[in-house]
């Protein structure tokens, strides 16, 4: 994303988190640091934890265990055999932006939801973003400190 001046932020959540900060005024733009790992980890400080994609895309290039997504993926799916082949193909070839339309494409009838609702049931802890995992440590530790 670029600015008017346009210079380069990073990616889209680093973008839209940074935005958010700036105008509730909860960070100095001068403080905001310009290489995208550091301003990744500053923005943890106000409990912002940043994927570079969506989450399914994440989870799909971070996990250990690509068979669950093709199994919900099946187990969805209004399409035949041909459209189970190009899913499972799409995610072996780590065409993951690929494996999300076919998700939400109109023949699949599936939504990303509904995906989401479905890998809920078989995820675990290889198949979480480190993000994901920072976040749910971080309310963890706040609720403990109750």
Do not use: W
Not at 6 to 34: A, C, F, M, Q, W
Not at 37 to 49: G, L, M, R, W
Not at 117 to 135: F, H, M, R, V, W
């Amino acid at each position: 994303m670029f600015d008017k001046q346009h210079n380069y932020y990073g990616y889209d959540g680093l973008d839209r988190t940074r935005k958010i900060l700036l105008e509730l005024g909860k960070v100095d733009e001068n403080h905001i640091p310009s290489d995208i790992n550091d301003a990744d980890e500053f923005y943890k400080q106000y409990d912002f934890f940043i994927g570079i994609h969506t989450m399914e895309i994440d989870m799909m290039d971070t996990s250990r265990d690509k068979e669950i997504f093709t199994k919900v993926f099946n187990e969805l799916t209004s399409g035949g055999t041909i459209q189970k082949k190009n899913f499972k193909d799409s995610i072996n070839s780590k065409n993951y932006v690929d494996c999300l339309k076919k998700v939400e494409n109109k023949h699949s009838r599936i939504g990303k939801g509904r995906f989401a609702q479905g890998l809920s049931t078989e995820c675990t802890k290889d198949n979480i973003p480190s993000y994901i995992e920072e976040a749910i440590q971080s309310i963890f530790s706040k609720v403990d400190d109750l």
